[in-house]
C-alpha cells in the first residue's frame, strides 16, 4: 500500500512569487492535513481539508491556502512568498479525522523543503 | 490553548540502555496522542497511537503509556540501538471541532552510540 506522496520534494523560489506544493494520501483515505516546520516554531498546523471541504485552519496569513480534489488529493498555495516561509512542509492523511478521534492516526509523507531567496 | 512539552530536549545514551521519553500537555480533553520519529529532512514515521480511553500502547520494543487526569505520556524504548537515534516527538489531538489538528511538542533528539 503506497504511502502519502509529497510533490516536489525540493523547491527553490524568489521572494514575492508563488509556489504549489502536491500531496496524494494513503488510497481510502479522506482527511488532509498540512503543516509547517522550522527550526524556531517547531511544527505548526496549517488547515485541514475532508471531502473537498476546509474544516480547520491554524494561525496563518491568508497568503497560506489550500485545496482538496474529489479524490483526496490535495494542495497547498503560498502566494507572495516571504523569505519567512522557509521550511519543510508535511502533509498527513487519516481515514477519517472523525468524531471522538475515530480514524484519526495521522500518516505523514516525506515533505517539500522550500527555500525562498 | 493547548500545549505540549518534551522533556529532555536531547538525550544520548550507548546502545543497550532502556530509555524513558516524557511528554506533557495542558488541556486533558484530548481524543489521542500520537507518537512520531523524525529522522533528519525527514517526514514524520507513526510509531504508537494511544486512544483517550486506552492506558497503554505495544509495538516491538516501544511501549507507551497515557495518564490523561495528569497530562502526560511516556515512551519506554527497550534495548536502544543505534538505529533508534532520531528526533521523537509526541503529538495531541484534542476533541471538538479542532479537525485534523495536531499539536506537537518540541521533540526529543535521541543518539545511540555503539
Known amino acids: 500500500k503506497a504511502g502519502v506522496t509529497q510533490t516536489p520534494r525540493y523547491l527553490i523560489k524568489t521572494r514575492g512569487q508563488q509556489v504549489t506544493l502536491s500531496c496524494s494520501p494513503i488510497?481510502?483515505?479522506?482527511?488532509v492535513s498540512w503543516y509547517q516546520q522550522t527550526p524556531g516554531q517547531g511544527l505548526q498546523f496549517l488547515f485541514e481539508?475532508?471531502?473537498?471541504?476546509?474544516?480547520n485552519k491554524g494561525n496563518f496569513p491568508g497568503r497560506f491556502s489550500g485545496r482538496q480534489f474529489s479524490n483526496s488529493r490535495s494542495e497547498m498555495n503560498v502566494s507572495t512568498l516571504e523569505l519567512g516561509d522557509s521550511a519543510l512542509y508535511l502533509c498527513a492523511s487519516s481515514l477519517a479525522a472523525g468524531a471522538y478521534g475515530w480514524g484519526t492516526e495521522a500518516f505523514f509523507g516525506q515533505g517539500t523543503r522550500l527555500t525562498v531567496v | 490553548k493547548q500545549e505540549v512539552t518534551q522533556i529532555p530536549a536531547a538525550l544520548s545514551v550507548p546502545e543497550g540502555e532502556n530509555l524513558v521519553l516524557n511528554c506533557s500537555f495542558t488541556?486533558?480533553?484530548?481524543?489521542?496522542l500520537q507518537w512520531f520519529r523524525q529522522d533528519p529532512g525527514k517526514g514524520l514515521t507513526s510509531l504508537l497511537l494511544?486512544?483517550?480511553?486506552?492506558r497503554e500502547q505495544t509495538s516491538g520494543r516501544l511501549n507507551a503509556s497515557l495518564d490523561k487526569s495528569s497530562g502526560r505520556s511516556t515512551l519506554y524504548i527497550a534495548a536502544s540501538q543505534p538505529g533508534d537515534s532520531a528526533t521523537y516527538l509526541c503529538?495531541?489531538?484534542?476533541?471538538?471541532?479542532?479537525?485534523?489538528?495536531?499539536?506537537f511538542g518540541q521533540g526529543t533528539i535521541l543518539t545511540v552510540h555503539p
Open positions: 488541556d486533558s480533553a484530548i481524543y489521542n
Open positions: 481539508y475532508f471531502s473537498e471541504t476546509q474544516r
Open positions: 503529538a495531541v489531538m484534542v476533541g471538538g471541532t479542532s479537525y485534523g489538528k495536531l499539536t
Open positions: 488510497s481510502g483515505h479522506r482527511s
Open positions: 494511544i486512544q483517550s480511553s486506552q
